[in-house]
């Protein structure tokens, strides 16, 4: 079944590459700005006509405890493969953390259904294998939107194939079950994206060109350290704080929230009871459909 997925997924871009259009000045990272630019519109219209009625309708009829323990048990999945790309960066205490969770949770938490973890002071962290590869030393290339799948890069589609193998649920058999289980984490996703996608909508001039940047700093952070945690957290009470105050308080005066910069490396990680699939935990941003964590 992964090998079905992944053919899909190289079939249906090869076949895409032939609609690309030209842009005279592409942005370095972004060089066939032209062709993501067409798919992220065939990716956002596809939607916004399928899968935002959808993640509507699941949460009008799921009341919210029920989407909790559906985010809850997906979440716990992911530990699986965040366990085994900590290991391969070698960052043990990450590993052994994502371990404990993944028993406690599975354990305690009626199969995931429940998180115990956080609240015991477990921190969740966000691996993926293009993440690995990464801090390997693998250059990230450039900048792709993928048919269905959303922002990537060249490494990250790569890093891809090893995602899948890594993810539990593709093992279970019959396959209807597993594509049922991939169906609802899909739409379980997008709900709790509704509200990410309207404030995009709304705050952006260029909600591609938004996307685009929002990913690439993500991914950047993570690589830097901070998807384990290892980055340290900015010190505004030092000679500086008052400055700095005084622009948070004009910035709330104004109606606007003061954010870090996640390319810096010395970011805030994201809350521990953020879902997966979040915009900048990792999988995805409005403009491709949640297929991913």
Known sequence: MTRFR????????????????????????????????????????????????????????????????????????????????????????????????LTINTLWGVGGLFDFATPAGLPKHSQDFGVTLGKWGVPDGPYLVLPLLGPSTVRDTAGMAANLYLDPTSYIKPDWVSYSLYGVRLVNTRANLLDASNLLEAAALDPYSFTRDAYLARRKYLISGGASGSAPLPNYEEEDGAAGAGAAGAAAGAGAQPMPAPASGASAEPEPGSPQGSPLPGTMVPGGLPFRR
């Open 6 to 101: 992944t053919s899909a997924v190289l079939a249906v871009g090869a076949l895409t590459l032939a609609g690309c259009a030209t842009v005279t000045n592409p942005t370095p990272t972004d060089p066939i700005e032209g062709f993501n630019r067409s798919m992220y519109t065939f990716n956002d219209k596809l939607d916004k006509a399928v899968m935002t009625p959808v993640a509507k309708g699941y949460r009008f009829v799921v009341p919210q405890p029920g989407r909790d323990m559906v985010t809850n048990f997906f979440s716990n999945v992911g530990d699986v493969y965040n366990f085994a790309n900590n290991l391969l960066q070698l960052q043990i205490t990450a590993a052994v953390q994502d371990l404990m969770r």
